[in-house]
Nanobody, 123 residues
């Protein structure tokens, strides 16, 4: 099973920033739309952002704070997260394919996943 690899999570204070990375050595990410999902304890996994060839999409709760981008030369997709809030605390996953619309849930089209990286926002 192809595997994506996330990195960049950590502990940050409210208002701080983190940049997550998603990469793989098994195929070219440039041929897929790539999404970022997150799952907080006791909550369902939710999509927060997705990037196609050039188009980008954001869930309302992160719009204006998160920026998704891709560097095809590095075979990497990034999620820049600014002005982080306590409610952003979750395990963040990248996956191929965009979330469903309009509920931002995962679908069977999200074929490949990473194992996640923990983001904790706390004073």
């Amino acid at each position: 099973q192809a595997q994506l690899v996330e990195s960049g999570g950590g502990l940050v204070q409210p208002g701080g920033s983190l940049r997550l990375s998603c990469t793989t050595s098994e195929f070219s990410l440039g041929t897929y739309a790539i999404a970022w999902f997150r799952q907080a304890p006791g909550k369902e996994r939710e999509g927060v952002s997705c990037i196609g060839t050039t188009d980008t999409y954001y869930k309302d709760s992160v719009k204006g704070r998160f920026t998704i981008s891709r560097d095809n030369a590095k075979n990497t997709v990034f999620l820049q997260m600014n002005n982080l809030k306590a409610e952003d605390t979750a395990v963040y996953y990248c996956a191929t394919g965009c979330p469903s619309h309009p509920d931002w849930g995962a679908t069977a089209l999200n074929h490949f996943w990473g194992k996640g990286t923990q983001v904790t926002v706390s004073p």
